[in-house]
C-alpha cells in the first residue's frame, strides 16, 4: 500500500502490526522491480503492513528519518524504527530481513 505524508503517523507509527516500510523514487530502476517483489509478500500473511512512499512526493517523513538513497527499507514496531537499510534488496534477503524482526 502505497501513502503519504499525511497517512504516515496512522498507517506506520499507530500500526498494531510491525511495517515494512520502503521509501522510493519514480526514477529508481532498482524501486520498479522491488515493487513487485513487495506486491508478492503484500498478498501473503507475513504478519507486517507493507508500506511504500514515494519520497519525490513525501519529504516530511523522510527527511525526518534521514532518506538520502532509495530503495530505502525501514521496519517499525510499535511505532518505534528497529531496522533500516539502503540499497536494493532480493526477495530472499526481504524475507531475510522480515524474518529477523518477526
Given at each position: 500500500?502505497?501513502?503519504?505524508?499525511?497517512?504516515?503517523?496512522?498507517?506506520?507509527?499507530?500500526?498494531?502490526?510491525?511495517?515494512?516500510?520502503?521509501?522510493?523514487?519514480?526514477?529508481?530502476?532498482?524501486?520498479?522491480?522491488?515493487?513487485?517483489?513487495?506486491?508478492?509478500?503484500?498478498?501473503?500473511?507475513?504478519?507486517?503492513?507493507?508500506?511504500?512512499?514515494?519520497?519525490?512526493?513525501?519529504?516530511?517523513?523522510?527527511?525526518?528519518?534521514?532518506?538520502?538513497?532509495?530503495?530505502?527499507f525501514m521496519i517499525?514496531?510499535r511505532g518505534e524504527?528497529?531496522?533500516?537499510?539502503?540499497?536494493?534488496?532480493s526477495e530472499k534477503?526481504?524475507?531475510?530481513?522480515?524474518?529477523?524482526?518477526?
Amino acid at each position: 500500500m502505497e501513502i503519504m505524508d499525511r497517512e504516515f503517523e496512522e498507517k506506520v507509527l499507530s500500526s498494531e502490526k510491525p511495517v515494512l516500510l520502503e521509501y522510493w523514487a519514480s526514477w529508481c530502476p532498482p524501486c520498479h522491480t522491488i515493487k513487485r517483489v513487495l506486491k508478492k509478500l503484500d498478498g501473503e500473511d507475513t504478519g507486517y503492513s507493507i508500506i511504500t512512499v514515494n519520497v519525490d512526493r513525501n519529504l516530511g517523513y523522510a527527511s525526518k528519518y534521514d532518506v538520502k538513497g532509495v530503495p530505502c527499507f525501514m521496519i517499525f514496531k510499535r511505532g518505534e524504527l528497529v531496522h533500516r537499510e539502503v540499497g536494493a534488496r532480493s526477495e530472499k534477503q526481504i524475507r531475510a530481513m522480515l524474518d529477523t524482526h518477526i
